[in-house]
Structure formats: structure tokens, C-alpha cells
């Protein structure tokens, strides 16, 4: 999780009192952060990463101010309509889709400033945006900038002065020779042209999500800034725009709308104003197992930062435009719990009569963990939803009847898996950049079709295991099965066959008592075509329950 430092002298400006260490050290771990220590400028504090909005000194303050009671509910943000105008134009919808822009003057950059506001941007690149590839965020001297700005694309050898540099360069080198080109080269991995954004006499803002311009460096003369901020996800731009408006709008500042034209629609950011939500008081008091009146439920929301009105059990709740972790009741259910004090709530032993103790499949998953950890392969943890082009077209399987998710909100996440390798191919696929060899395994659950059960289905636990190295081979995934069930004492029926997608004459399905236990071996070039990879991969899946049931009769 992210660690932010954070300056004293500087969170006491914002907050305008001078607030005792003692005291924040007592109470922002009660706000859900986690507290790291003092240094000579002030403390260290852990921030979890689904409230960024903390990550700098102006967020804290706000929420530290809402928490204590001094200043309760939400703060209420003005964006001001202006004549600026981005054009986004069509080509850049295949590589980096998304863009939204704001602008802020008035800024008095001050030392304190400048550090928060950079210490924002990098977590935020690290968290909210996965390291640029989600989210990248560009901060510019709006000085220079000529409107309409416009959010295109350029071929490699196109030229200009990127920060820090004296002389302009082309985009090939600052991919292959400028540190921070080959930090996050990676991102823009076989595009034929990279993403740019020039103002209207051409020059160059930045090329995201790689490096800024030089001529729109920003110092501490600067007093209007143009924010822009590049990704794949409109949610999260939008909300990370927000949070760098509503920062610089703490200090001071006075934030501009821009109008952004994509080519199919019209868009106007940033939007400041608060999403509305309907809270059932009843409903928090079960969950909580507490009895609060309504009242007093909108008032603990009120020390959250949000807006509240009870009306008799329900409760209208404004949710703050920076606040990205409210995505059901629950996340304000939590809220609650959090102003109410975790340290009120009485514990008391539920009434079920049943011997307490961890599942047994979970204590048998944690060994073979433990094992595949001996081995010198890392864990990793997947989504349970995915899709068909995923788990079927990729992997060259015939597809078969799944669980679907009955009214999803993403393509890409709209039925339940029934295998776990597709999972780790995909991870294979997002970490091309990373060194090799790469060895994952994953131990969870996988959703099978069954009629023998009420609802129709029901999980199963597996274990899958991917190789990627340049002399990845059959022989390599076999041994490591023969290990497995070698150490367990399992005898196996292993013949040639099993899943379509690995290569024919190198893989294998193992069986015990005639029920198959393991699949194995070569994954064919056309799927590691498919997946994008460039490299060898051996595969196994198992099923982690029969294996129990064969080791633990």
C-alpha cells in the first residue's frame, strides 16, 4: 500500500490550527489510514489504496476536518465555464482512448505545494493508474498553451523537446534511451504511432503516458495550470481529474471547464458536483448490528465527508465527486462504522452450535502453495469474472456452456470462469516488459455447470501452474506434476490427450480412479500468438479437490 509523507507545518496551514502530532497519531489511524511514524518534517502515514484521495496533504486535511467534527460534510466546488476546447481525434481511440482536461489558475505554488502535488501524481500513477498504463497524468504552465488543444497520435520519428531535455528528440528515442521512456515503453507496446497532445500552433504538451514538453514546465512562477489526463478507463480518469481539481481548489485555485470532442460525442470536465445515494438506515443498523435513528446515521456520514438528509428510514446520501471508493451501500455502511468507532462495537459469539477451525480445502490449498513456493513460483490472485474471448477464442478451446452474469456492467467481465489458465495467460500478457523467466501459479475457484445442485453450479477449487522462459518444455511441466503428486503419494494414470490448446504429442491428461485430475503441457504458438507472447510456455491445471479426496479419503 502506498506510504505518503506528510508535512506538519504544512497539513496545519491547510487545516488553520495547530493541531498536536499526538493527536493525529491517535486519530487518523481511526479514519482507516494506518500510521508510520514521525520524521523531522512530520510523519509518515499508510494510505489504502481505494481512498487516493487521501494521498495528499490537502485531501487529508479535508478528510481529518470532516472526521473531527469541525468541518462536517461535504466541501461544495465551483467550476467555472470558459471557452476552451480539446479535440480528441479518432485515431487515438485503438491505443489510448480516453482524455479529459481541466484548468486551474490562481495556484500559489509554494514549496509545500509543489512537493503534495507531486507526491499525488506518483501514487496516483502507481495505484489509481497501474503504474501509467490506466491512468496518466500531465500537469503544464498554461501560459504558453494556444487553444483548441488536440489529443492525436505521431509516428516515431516525429520530433520535439521533451522535459529536461536542450535539443528536441524524436519519439523512438526517448522509447528507447530516455530513462523514462524505457520505464513505461511497455504501455505502448506495438502501437504504430504513440499518443500526443499539441496546442493549436503545434507544440507539444506531452506525449502521455511517457514525458511532458519542455515548454510547458511548470515552476514556481506559475499561476494557471492546464491539467490533462490521458487512459483506458473513463471512470478512472475522470475521477483522478477530479481529485488533482479538488487539491489544487483547497489551495486556492479557480477551476475551468474544458469542452472535449471526441468524434462520436461531447463532453464537459471536470464535474465537481456530488453523485446522490439512497441509504436504508435499517439496513446499516443490521448490517452493523447496531440501532442508530436516522438522525444520527446521517450525522456519521456527515463526519465522512458526505452530504446527508434523513428522510424517515431512508436517507439521502451526496456522495463528494473525489470520493472513488463508493460503489454500493456497503462502502457507506463502512463509513458509518468508521465515525461510529470500531472500538464501540461490542463483539458477541453468534449462536451456531458448530466446531470453530479453518476449512479443511483451505488448509490443503496453503500446502500445495507452500509447495509451488519451494519450487521458486510466484502467486498471483485473478479475477473470478472474465469472458469468452478470454477463456474460449484465445485459448483455441471449444466453447462451452458457462455461468453468465445477468446484467453486467463490463464486456469484458460477464461470466464466470471455468478454468484458471486463461487467467494466467492473460497475466503472462500484461508483463511482456517484465525480466523472464516467469513462473506463476494460482490456487482458487472456478465456477462449473452442475444440476445436481439447487442453483445449478458450484465451485470448484484448482491449482494452475505457467512456465515462460526461452527453453520452456513438456519434460519441464511433467516433472513438476510428478512432483506434486510424487510428494503427496498419489499414483496417476497418465496418458497422451487433454485440452485443445496445448501442442499435440507434448501434453497430457492425468487421471485417478478414471476421474481426470491433471491437464499438462506445450501451450501451441497460435494461442501465445493470440495472448501476444513472443516466448515459450508449459501449463498445468489440476483439480485441487479430488486431489484432497485422493491424499485425505
Not at 458526505?306 to 451526496?318: F, L, N, S
Not at 456492467?409 to 517484465?434: A, F, I, Q, W
Request: aromatic share 8%; net charge negative.
Amino acid at each position: 500500500m502506498p506510504v505518503i509523507n506528510v508535512n506538519l507545518a504544512d497539513l496545519r496551514e491547510v487545516l488553520g490550527r495547530d493541531v498536536p502530532i499526538e493527536e493525529l497519531q491517535e486519530k487518523l489511524p481511526m479514519m482507516g489510514t494506518s500510521w508510520e511514524g514521525p520524521h523531522e518534517e512530520g510523519f509518515a502515514l499508510e494510505v489504502f489504496p481505494n481512498r487516493p484521495d487521501l494521498m495528499s496533504t490537502e485531501g487529508l486535511a479535508r478528510a481529518y476536518a470532516s472526521f473531527t467534527g469541525e468541518k462536517p460534510g461535504p466541501r461544495k466546488y465551483t467550476v467555472k465555464p470558459s471557452a476552451y476546447v480539446a479535440n480528441v481525434e479518432a485515431k487515438t481511440q485503438v491505443i489510448r482512448p480516453f482524455f479529459v482536461c481541466a484548468v486551474a489558475k490562481g495556484v500559489d505554488f509554494s514549496d509545500s505545494l509543489i512537493r503534495s502535488i507531486i507526491q499525488l501524481q506518483e501514487k496516483l500513477h502507481i495505484t489509481h493508474g497501474r503504474k501509467r498504463r490506466k491512468v496518466a497524468i500531465g500537469l503544464h504552465n498554461l501560459k504558453p498553451v494556444q487553444f483548441p488543444i488536440t489529443y492525436t497520435t505521431e509516428p516515431p520519428e516525429f520530433k520535439f523537446r521533451p522535459l529536461g531535455e536542450r535539443f528536441d528528440k524524436d519519439l523512438r528515442w526517448m522509447l528507447n534511451e530516455m530513462p523514462k521512456g524505457e520505464e513505461y515503453a511497455w504501455i505502448l507496446e506495438g502501437a504504430d504511432e504513440y499518443p500526443m497532445i499539441l496546442d493549436a500552433k503545434g507544440m507539444v504538451l506531452s506525449m502521455p503516458p511517457i514525458i511532458n514538453g519542455e515548454y510547458t514546465r511548470i515552476d514556481e512562477a506559475t499561476r494557471d495550470i492546464f491539467i490533462d489526463i490521458t487512459g483506458t478507463d473513463l471512470k478512472a480518469i475522470t475521477e483522478t481529474l477530479n481529485i488533482i481539481c479538488t487539491t489544487f481548489a483547497d489551495r486556492g485555485a479557480e477551476i475551468y471547464s474544458v469542452e472535449v470532442k471526441y468524434p462520436d460525442k461531447t463532453i464537459k470536465t471536470p464535474d465537481l458536483s456530488p453523485r446522490k445515494w439512497k441509504l436504508s438506515n435499517g439496513y446499516a443498523n443490521k448490517t452493523l448490528g447496531i440501532e442508530l435513528g436516522s438522525a444520527e446515521t446521517a450525522k456519521l456520514l456527515g463526519r465522512m465527508g458526505h452530504g446527508a438528509e434523513a428522510k424517515g428510514d431512508e436517507i439521502d446520501v451526496y456522495v463528494p465527486c473525489y470520493r472513488t471508493d463508493i460503489m454500493h451501500p456497503i462502502d457507506l455502511v463502512e463509513d458509518v462504522a468508521i465515525a461510529y468507532g470500531y472500538d464501540k462495537f461490542v463483539p458477541n459469539i453468534p449462536p451456531i452450535h458448530t466446531k470453530a477451525g479453518e476449512d479443511e480445502l483451505e488448509i490443503f490449498s496453503r500446502y500445495i502453495r507452500n509447495f509451488l513456493i519451494g519450487f521458486g513460483h510466484m502467486e498471483v490472485v485473478t479475477f473470478m469474472l472474465s469472458n469468452r474471448e478470454k477463456l474460449f477464442q484465445r485459448m483455441m478451446i471449444a466453447e462451452e456452456p458457462l455461468a453468465e452474469v445477468e446484467n453486467p456492467k463490463m464486456e469484458g467481465y460477464n461470466v464466470l470462469r471455468n478454468r484458471l489458465l486463461p487467467s494466467l495467460m492473460e497475466v503472462l500478457s500484461v508483463n511482456k516488459h517484465n525480466p523472464y523467466p516467469q513462473s506463476l501459479y494460482e490456487v482458487d475457484d472456478v465456477i462449473l455447470l452442475d444440476d445436481k445442485t439447487d442453483i445449478g453450479a458450484r465451485s470448484a477449487r484448482r491449482l494452475a501452474v505457467v512456465q515462460c522462459h526461452a527453453k520452456a518444455s513438456f519434460s519441464d511441466v511433467k516433472a513438476l506434476m510428478n512432483s506434486i503428486l510424487e510428494n503427496l503419494e498419489v499414483k496417476a494414470e497418465v496418458e497422451a490427450g487433454g485440452w485443445d490448446c496445448f501442442v499435440d504429442g507434448r501434453r497430457l491428461v492425468a487421471s485417478v480412479n478414471g476421474e481426470p485430475l491433471c491437464w499438462a503441457g506445450e501451450i501451441r504458438p497460435e494461442n501465445l500468438e493470440a495472448w501476444g507472447l513472443e516466448i515459450p510456455v508449459v501449463a498445468l491445471e489440476m483439480d485441487v479437490e479430488l486431489l484432497k479426496r485422493v491424499v485425505e479419503p
